[in-house]
């Protein structure tokens, strides 16, 4: 049973600037809430009852929004905005927890993993990168309650993957099969290898990482051994190269929707997608859509 995720979101989120200057890059909205709440129903939903979220000091805002605003439900309460005040009240479920630890420096995704581990202990989790949405709408599980599933069968690594076009294979860790290159949605298949953000010709597959993971506590000792790796950072890729050498690992393949929110496109495509699916303003938005002048 995978009860723990960690979140990492401590990076200074440079791509959204200057909207990222006084606000967290995960406190834009798709509408009205919040990514990184998107982020964390999506852990809720596959089990995970305590959020490890690994942050920066100047990313308050983070932890304040999954805290209580007692004197803003005061204020709801006395004017009887009940509605109101339960979707603040809904934004933690009863039994869910959220612990934050530090990431002081900048020294890469393994790093902040790393700084996770004496809240995670000795039990495996996940990992959940806020700047991907996997989209489950209208599924009868999430992908990742999927992946914790089979790491619970099987004791295997798991991390998700999904298929990426050609061009962009050089933005993400791509990982080769130990046979072929076919990967159903909903299916987990040993890994061979994993190379961080090869060039086109270097890239075995183009089945592409994509910021969730099931992973092992061995997964500490192997990031405490790990030297920094490309950029100067401690790289997540070369200690999971390590694991999957070890013990090996799985690919599974999304059956929903990602949406990369850690750029402009991928971004405006989610809030799109969450617009239009707004139970108040979906209709509305749609109408403006339609509308609009053809440029
Ligand atoms: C990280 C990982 C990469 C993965 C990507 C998914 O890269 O290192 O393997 O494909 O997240 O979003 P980053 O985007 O932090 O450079």
């Known amino acids: 049973m995978i009860r723990k995720a960690v979140l990492p979101v ?10 990222s200057k006084a606000i967290p890059k995960e406190m834009l909205t798709l509408v009205d809430k919040p990514v990184i709440q998107h982020v964390v129903e999506e852990a809720i939903a596959a ?5 490890i979220l690994v942050t920066h000091g100047a990313k308050k805002a983070i932890e304040d929004h999954f805290d209580v605003n007692y004197e803003l439900e005061n204020e709801l309460e006395q004017r009887g905005k009940i509605a109101l005040l339960n979707v603040l009240r809904s934004i933690l ?11 002081g ?7 902040a993993i790393l700084c996770a581990r004496e809240v995670v202990g000795n039990e495996p989790f996940a990992v959940l990168l806020p700047d991907v949405l996997v989209d489950n709408f209208n599924q009868p599980q999430t992908d990742l309650a999927c992946m914790n599933q089979r790491f619970d069968k099987t004791g295997l690594t798991q991390i998700l993957v999904d298929a990426v076009l050609k061009e962009r294979v050089d933005q993400y860790g791509i990982v080769a099969l130990k046979e ?53 950072e401690i790289q997540l890729t070369d ?22 929110c850690g750029n402009k496109l991928g971004y405006l495509h989610a809030t799109l ?23």
């Open 10 to 19: 401590a990076g200074l989120g440079t791509r959204f600037l200057p909207a």
């Open 47 to 51: 089990g995970i009852t305590e959020i």
């Open 93 to 103: 479920p009863a039994g869910i927890r959220v612990v934050s630890v530090r990431q």
């Open 105 to 111: 420096r900048a020294l890469g995704l393994g790093h």
């Open 180 to 232: 072929g290159t076919d990967l159903a949605a909903g299916e987990s298949k040993p890994i061979k290898a994993m190379i961080e953000k090869p060039a086109l010709d270097k890239a075995p597959s183009n089945l592409a990482i994509v910021g969730r993971y099931v992973l092992p506590p061995r997964i500490f000792e192997l990031l405490a051994a790990t030297k920094p790796g490309a950029g100067n």
């Open 239 to 260: 200690a999971l190269d390590a694991l999957l050498q070890e013990a090996g690992a799985e690919a599974y393949r999304v059956q929903g929707e990602t949406y990369d």
């Open 273 to 295: 997608v969450h617009g239009l699916r707004h139970p108040e303003v979906g209709d509305g938005f749609r109408a403006l859509i339609n509308q609009l002048p053809e440029t």
